[in-house]
């Protein structure tokens, strides 16, 4: 495999890669070299988890489809190794998107044809009972995500992306340790179950899978929705949608090479670029409800490092294998084992001179879990001056004990396994640890958000779905209260977060959003 993109390469790949469609099924905005105009039944804006769901499930039901995407279309034979060219290549603003409050925090969303599901680790969970319960009695959704309603969804995406658990040929040191630390201190945990159909346990998930492994949108249904008759039109960002009369008719973009496009609906329009980008088109398109933007909630994470006295080999083993929801409930946090690249890790290392110089050269041996804190907080998506996304969160206080709880838990469990050392990453709290007695700092450590790592990837709620329009921005038909044919099908409408990874949900909701909307069209 190379280290870098190759753009010639890449274009060659492109090209065979699209050969095997019918004329016409991609078009590549970064090509268009004058102004484009089609018209389809639907538009689906993303070609994530959300959008190419939604795409594929209406091309079944035989509507004429176009995906819409802002990136490029990358896949397996492109991707490399490397941290920086992928991020550049794979992630919006090559991962220095932040969202502002108390402390700046990363926030990591893919930017290319397959989302967010080409670098995430392909993680499997249902909506929990408990989340289900109080959207429908908080927001009226129990006949949305009630009595089981999305369970036939469920089965068909496990049943199409080959959901399977993390295999124990595949399990790695990293996350065999993590069990048995976690059992150690009477800690419940599971293997992950992930989309992946032959995974060679390379831990290269977050620069794009080199074996065609996981399962990815990319992969899987965006190009079924090209073989159903469904149009993808990449490098494109959505300006607006037109609304009309009161319906959604259009979508204005512009392509990568300056072009403009005009995508017309017959039917209507889904959203599906994420919980960000979503509620952004929908206010440029001149909309106006008092919960739009507002609500965002997250799970912030923070990793822990350990460093052992013997190698465990992170970049042999699944990326993210092993996992707890044994704190979900109780104490709001899940645990999670996450292998990361090198030049993410050496970021990590403490120390100066020979000391820093000792651990870089042995940083086979460390180890990262991480928690994934299910957050009270509510932050606010809106605008700049300049009509750029401007993304606002701070923890709570409670978050941030919570917070402090769980890396506390990390460290002894790092412990626990055999580690020499403990990295906590807390500004005030020494950056190396050699007992567990120590662990004790951790616990009457910093509550203040700018003393941690955090990183947020899993976003909710800013165009939040509501029986009532007085509560939410779209309706039970994921249709935007007032507005005819405009449909939000992303993680935006979840009224609050999960305390899970939260791609199976959407993919589940989108799917069944699909089915809804063609209910809509053919009554």
Known sequence: MSTDYAPEKTQTNLKKRVSRFREGAFVDGAKLAAPFDDEVDFVVVGSGAAGAVAAYRLATHGWKVAMIEEGPWYDTEDFVPRVGPSFTNLLRDQGLQVAEGRSFIPLIQGRAVGGSTVVNSAIVWRLPEDV????????????????????????????????????????GTIN????????????????????????????????????????????????????????????????????????????????????????????????????????????????????LGKHFQAHPGHGVAGNFDRPIGMNNAATQGAESIHFRKTHRFKLETLSMPPELVSARVPGVGAALGGRLAAVGNLAVWVVQVRTHAEGEVGTTLFGRERTTFTPTQKDMETTRFATATIAKMLFEAGAKEVWPGVHGVPSVLTSPDQVKLLEEGPTDPRSYGFILSHLFGAARMAADARAGVVDLNFQVHGVDGLHVVDSSVFPTNLGVNPQHGIMALSRLAADRITGLHRH
């Open 176 to 291: 065999t340790l993590f069990h048995e630390a976690a059992h150690a201190l009477g800690i419940a945990t599971r293997p992950m179950d992930r989309y992946t159909k032959g995974c060679q346990g390379s831990a290269n998930c977050m620069q794009g899978c080199p074996h065609g492994a996981k399962q990815g949108m990319q992969r899987s249904y965006v190009p079924w929705t090209l073989e159903a008759g469904g149009r993808l039109i990449a490098s494109v960002a959505v300006d607006r949608v037109e609304i009309r009369g009161g319906r959604a008719v259009a979508i204005h973009g512009t392509s990568a090479s300056g072009a403009p496009v005009i995508v017309r609906a017959r039917r209507g329009v889904l959203l599906a670029a994420s919980t960000i980008q979503s509620p952004a088109i929908l206010r440029r398109s001149g909309l106006r409800n008092v919960h």
């Open 132 to 171: 289900i319960d109080d959207w429908s009695a908080r927001f009226g959704l129990a006949p949305v995500v009630g009595n089981h309603a999305l369970d036939p969804h469920y089965e068909a995406l496990e049943r199409e992306l080959s959901v399977t658990p993390t295999e124990r040929e595949i399990e």
